[in-house]
């Protein structure tokens, strides 16, 4: 059975590289965080000391890490330190599941094929249940060869799988996403508050909209407003995809906006909206936490 190595297993990677283990791979995960790693020691995982401890005899690398910056320490090296990719045998594949700028999938590819190893930079939409579930969308940029090689490993944490493109596209179309769900969630909050300060009870609205042209995910699927259903609304905004995180991504979208010449008034202002909420110490908190910013 083919060994993968999973290094960054947080909210999105543990449960991730958790569907591998129940999909019979042997896997070898390494984390910064200790307990991130015993934990899944617990269900058949080989803890790994190092990276690179962690990529000794794998056939495959899945990284899963918060921005660009630790993506390029990982395979690159920073300090004096070499990187990940100095190590791996040749034919060994990278896929990159963190979602980070294009640039850096570009340099970290072109290492890659340097050294006769193949990348795929494969951004995940879906959030944290939808990684325990094993149901993500996987949104790939790379070479044809290296997509289809990768296909088996990815359905075994995700149920939509998409080749976007050339090294980049993956991320492009991550970045695409997240802007939309983003204003699609500040839309759908200013909605829900408008009609609960008009005295509408917000479950109710909630399911007039849905069988109206206001239908979305987020309001059928991560209803922003408290007590509607089970969401991170309704446990305090308990993250789920936390608001750095969509700051992040809308910082990405708007650097990518700058470089294309393309207008995203909309997404500029979701930007400045999730900005605003990092200032007041909500950046722990689920992005649909962007509700209460209406009731200040």
Same mark, same amino acid.
């Given at each position: 059975? +083919? +060994?993968?190595?999973?290094?960054? $297993? %947080?909210?999105? %990677?543990?449960? #991730?590289?958790l569907n591998l283990i129940k999909s019979g791979f042997t896997v070898r995960v390494f984390d910064l965080v200790p307990e991130a790693v015993n934990t899944l020691q617990q269900h058949g995982a080989h803890g790994a000391t190092s990276p690179g401890d962690a990529a000794n005899g794998a056939e495959i690398v899945i990284s899963m890490l918060p921005a660009g910056k630790h993506v390029s320490a990982l395979y !690159?090296?920073? %300090?004096g330190e070499e990187g990940l990719l100095a190590s791996l045998p040749k034919g060994? &594949? /990278? &896929?990159?599941?963190?979602t980070i700028d294009e640039e850096t999938v570009q340099t970290v590819a072109g290492a890659c094929s340097k050294l006769g &190893?193949? #990348? $795929?930079? =494969?951004? /995940?939409?879906?959030? /944290?249940?939808?990684?325990? @579930?094993?149901? !993500?969308?996987? #949104?790939? %940029?790379?070479?044809?060869?290296?997509? @289809?090689r990768a296909r088996p490993i990815l359905a075994a944490m995700g149920k939509n799988i998409f080749h976007a493109g050339a090294h980049g596209a993956g991320q492009v179309a991550k970045m695409c996403n997240n802007m939309l769900l983003a204003i699609q969630m500040i839309g759908t909050s200013e909605a829900l508050q408008m009609g609960a300060n008009s005295g509408l009870e917000p479950r109710t609205l909630s399911e007039i909209m849905l069988k109206s042209s206001g239908r979305n995910w987020? !309001?059928?699927?991560?209803?922003?407003?408290?007590?509607?259903?089970?969401?991170?609304?309704?446990?305090?905004? +308990?993250?789920?995809?936390? /608001?750095? $995180?969509?700051?992040?991504? $809308?910082?990405? =979208?708007t =650097?990518?906006?700058?470089? +294309?010449?393309?207008?995203?008034?909309?997404?500029?202002?979701?930007a400045a909206l999730y900005r605003q909420k990092q200032e007041v110490g909500d950046g722990r908190k689920d992005f649909s936490s962007i509700l209460e910013l209406l009731n200040d």
């Open positions: 059975m +083919t +060994t993968i190595a999973f290094i960054g $297993l %947080g909210n999105m %990677g543990g449960p #991730m590289a !690159l090296g920073s %300090g060994c &594949l /990278v &896929l990159d599941c963190s &190893l193949e #990348m $795929l930079d =494969a951004p /995940v939409s879906g959030g /944290v249940a939808a990684a325990q @579930q094993g149901t !993500l969308t996987f #949104m790939c %940029g790379g070479s044809e060869t290296g997509f @289809q987020s !309001l059928e699927l991560y209803n922003p407003y408290p007590g509607v259903m089970d969401s991170p609304a309704s446990r305090n905004y +308990t993250p789920g995809f936390m /608001v750095d $995180l969509m700051a992040k991504d $809308l910082g990405l =979208a =650097a990518n906006a700058k470089s +294309t010449g393309s207008k995203i008034p909309l997404g500029e202002q979701a």
